[in-house]
């Protein structure tokens, strides 16, 4: 009974705030569930607008933060504890920052992240690896993109101090996990 009414709240919170921006799955944490994210837009949804709109990150990061304690201290989390939704909202926070102030390198970088890592869309999609193995292949690949002689079986295993692995943007990751989670719905 009570999953049910929460469910309604979150519902009719979500409801009340259509323009409100929605977390991006790929920015979640891996161990973030989907009550967790529904949460955390119903908190922050119009935030993550502003954040489109130009607010900047810490600001945003402020703002949240102070919602997602209030809410804490006063037991409307759902069980979630506030480091958590938390870091559920900077990760969103900061994806769509970092898409206001660099649209061209995301439109740009999509064709050429799904060119590079469509074997590994067409294994998941076809069941023959699971979304963390897709994840793991579809980095290693982006890694290896930049430097071809790239090996993750002997850099993985080396001390993480002498890694030999190549600088690559983050943002080329979200872009890769954005096109395996869209790959089978």
């Known amino acids: 009974m009570k999953k049910i009414i929460i469910c309604l709240i979150i519902t009719m ?6 323009n409100a921006a929605e977390v991006p799955r790929e ?7 989907n009550e967790a994210i529904v949460i955390v837009e119903s908190f922050i949804g119009d935030i993550l607008t502003e954040v489109q709109n130009g607010l900047g ?6 703002k949240s933060n102070r919602i997602f304690f209030n809410a804490w201290l ?8 506030y480091g958590e939704l938390v870091d559920i909202a900077n990760a969103a926070i ?18 050429k992240v799904r060119v590079i890592i469509a074997p590994v869309i067409e294994d998941y999609k076809s069941g023959k690896i699971t979304y ?13 993109s930049v430097k071809p002689d790239f090996n993750p079986d ?4 080396k001390d993480p101090l002498s890694r030999d ?6 943002s080329l990751f979200i872009l890769a996990r954005k096109l395996l989670l869209t790959s089978v719905e």
């Open 154 to 157: 002997v850099e993985y295993m």
């Open 74 to 81: 006063n037991g409307q989390t759902n069980g979630y504890s």
């Open 165 to 170: 692995i190549p600088s690559v943007d983050n």
């Open 57 to 62: 990150y810490a600001d945003a990061r402020v």
């Open 13 to 18: 919170t979500i409801t009340s705030t259509v």
């Open 94 to 111: 900061w994806q769509y920052r970092d898409m206001y102030l660099r649209p061209v390198f995301y439109t740009n970088n999509l064709e």
């Open 27 to 33: 920015s979640a944490p891996c161990n973030a569930t």
């Open 132 to 144: 963390a193995e897709a994840e793991f292949n579809a980095r290693n690949k982006i890694y290896q």
